[in-house]
Structures are given as structure tokens and as C-alpha cells.
């Protein structure tokens, strides 16, 4: 699209990265592959600086650590699965770290991409979270907590032919596609919002007449920047919590 003098690149290019490498290869590698690759990294790096140290009085990284902790069992594992859910802390407090570095990705420049406003890192977080919520109710339970889930005790035995599938649905299929599905909507909405305000700015600055206008423009895309950065987090959150009460309900399906 062209206005005036400047140029801008079709809408697509918001969301569609070149390979570096490997283009039409099941091993290509761009900006998104990337980001991933260093959220994993920056994630483990920081817990074994963390890991490293054995101050009494935590500072520096190691303070981060052991906040970020206290953080996920608090608020995570005590509401989401309760008795039995500490040895879950790992996997749960790994899977937010990298969740938040994904994200935050969208707003640091050079980068200004967030790796989950592409479906394929949510959709395999998702199956992951999946995957271990059946795992730990088939480990603790065998074949009840399958047959428990779709035949819940007290219903009426001429009900299942409509309680059965709607809990098949429900539980095994609706869940990881929700998880995908609404962190990958809310950074796709925030990335493309972020875009269009700088390229409204960008425009105005161009365009004489309406340059005006630039200063609320530009105050809008400061304070879409600062959401953005509560979005990172809180979704990073959500996606956390939700799998711990989804593994919650498998451990403890009584409840």
C-alpha cells in the first residue's frame, strides 16, 4: 500500500516471517523459530544462575528466581491443583517463563513479534498441557479416571447417550484447543494493534494536513506498548493456571 511518499508492506507481512534457512524445509528456521529458541534459553539460563547460588539473602537473579517460585506456588499450584501439586512446580513454572518471553517479544524492538500470535507455539503448549493433565489422571487412576470423566456417577443411565459425548467434547477435545486458541487470538489482536498505531503515526508524521492528529495517535501507541506488557504477563498466567486446574482435575477428579 502505498500513501503519499511512503511505502507500506501488505497486511500479511504482519504475521508471515521468511525463513532464514531451510524455506519449504520441515527444518526452516525464522524470526518465530527464533524467538522460541531464545525464550527457552533465557528460561534456563536464569534458573541456573539461580540454581548457582546459595546466598541466604537472595539477590540479583536468584531473588527473580525464587519470587517467580513462591509466585506459581501461590497463586498456580494452591488454587489450580492443591494437595500434591508441588511436583508439578517445574514443568508449570518453566512452561510461564517461557509463555511471558514469548510474548513480551512483541513489543522489544528488532524483534516486535510475539512468537504465540503464531499458532503452532500455542498449539503445541497446549498439547503438551494436554498430554500431561491425561498422563498424571491415567497414572493416579488407570481406566476410572477416563470412564469417571465420561460416566460421572448419580446421572441417570439413559442420559449418557447426551452427558457422555458432551463430556468427550468438553473435556478431551475443547480443552487444548482453548488453551491454543485464546492465547493466540489475544497476542495476534495486541500485535496487529500495536501495528496499526505505529503505522498511523508513521502516516500522520507523512501526511501534513492531519499531523496534528500525531500527538493522540502517538499516545495511544505508548499506552497499547504498556498494556501490552500486562497482556504478556497475564496471559502467560493464564495459560499456566488453567493447565494446573486442568492436571488438578485429573489428580483429584473427586473434586
Not at 184 to 204: K, W
Request: proline share 7%.
Amino acid at each position: 500500500m502505498i500513501i503519499g511518499a511512503l511505502q507500506f508492506p501488505p497486511i500479511e507481512n504482519v504475521v508471515e516471517w521468511p525463513a532464514w534457512f531451510g524455506q519449504g524445509q520441515a527444518y526452516a528456521f525464522n524470526k518465530i523459530a527464533f524467538i522460541n529458541l531464545l525464550a527457552a534459553i533465557i528460561t534456563i539460563v536464569i534458573f541456573a544462575i539461580a540454581g548457582s547460588k546459595k546466598q541466604l539473602v537472595p539477590r540479583g537473579v536468584q531473588n527473580i528466581a525464587e519470587v517467580s517460585v513462591q509466585f506459581i506456588r501461590n497463586e498456580v499450584i494452591a488454587p489450580g491443583i492443591g494437595h500434591g501439586g508441588e511436583r508439578y512446580l517445574p514443568m508449570l513454572i518453566s512452561m510461564f517463563f517461557f509463555l511471558f518471553f514469548s510474548n513480551i517479544t512483541g513489543i522489544i524492538p528488532l524483534f516486535n513479534m510475539p512468537a504465540t500470535a503464531r499458532m503452532a507455539t500455542p498449539i503445541v503448549l497446549a498439547l503438551l498441557a494436554w498430554v500431561w493433565f491425561i498422563g498424571v489422571g491415567l497414572k493416579h487412576h488407570g481406566i476410572r479416571y477416563i470412564t469417571g470423566a465420561l460416566f460421572p456417577p448419580g446421572v441417570p443411565k439413559p442420559l449418557y447417550l447426551l452427558v457422555t459425548p458432551i463430556e468427550f467434547v468438553s473435556t478431551f477435545l475443547v480443552r487444548p484447543f482453548s488453551l491454543a486458541v485464546r492465547l493466540f487470538a489475544n497476542m495476534l489482536a495486541g500485535h496487529i494493534l500495536l501495528v496499526t498505531f505505529s503505522v498511523l503515526c508513521i502516516t500522520l508524521w507523512g501526511f501534513k494536513p492531519l499531523v496534528a492528529a500525531l500527538p493522540l495517535s502517538l499516545f495511544m501507541l505508548i499506552a497499547l506498548t504498556g498494556f501490552e506488557v500486562l497482556v504478556a504477563f497475564l496471559q502467560a498466567y493464564i495459560f499456566t493456571i488453567l493447565t494446573a486446574v486442568y492436571i488438578g482435575g485429573a489428580l483429584h477428579p473427586e473434586h
